[in-house]
């Protein structure tokens, strides 16, 4: 049997960093250009500008481990939000059409929850 529990906090780093890597390049592609995400998402601009620069403070948040739990949170809100339209407005199965569905937003809350639940390890700076 491995022991491996002594790693749990570069565990838990390593995922901080990629799930922030993933919130703050989506947030930075949106905000570079907002109108055509606003289209694409059938969202009003400013909505959209809101949502691109909640992602990228949260993805900078969990990669810096400042306010992680907070960051958490709302980006599991964002998250809800993407699989409520997918679901309700755009009738998106789990996987979805070319690998379009829920299931990665699913993923994404999933890394999230564990982020909360363990407030991102002990290699923050800030709680």
Same mark, same amino acid.
């Given at each position: 049997? %491995?022991? #491996? =529990?002594? +790693?749990?906090?570069?565990g838990l780093l390593f995922l901080r960093i990629m799930a922030g890597v993933i919130y703050?390049?989506?947030?930075?592609?949106?905000?570079?250009?907002?109108?055509?995400?606003?289209?694409?998402?059938?969202?009003?601009?400013?909505?959209?500008?809101? %949502?691109? #620069? =909640?992602? +990228?403070?949260?993805g900078v948040g969990l990669i810096l481990?400042?306010?992680?739990?907070?960051?958490?949170?709302?980006?599991?809100?964002?998250?809800?939000?993407?699989?409520?339209?997918k679901i309700v407005v755009w009738k998106t199965g789990f996987w979805g059409k070319d690998g379009l569905g829920w299931s990665y937003d699913l993923t994404l809350i999933s890394m999230l929850l564990v982020i909360l639940f363990t407030d991102g390890g002990s290699f923050v700076l800030l709680h």
């Open positions: 049997m %491995l022991h #491996l =529990a002594g +790693l749990t906090d570069y703050a390049a989506s947030g930075y592609n949106d905000l570079k250009d907002p109108g055509a995400r606003s289209t694409s998402i059938g969202m009003p601009k400013g909505f959209t500008i809101f %949502l691109a #620069l =909640a992602e +990228l403070a949260g481990g400042v306010l992680q739990q907070l960051a958490a949170i709302g980006l599991i809100l964002v998250m809800l939000g993407a699989i409520q339209k």
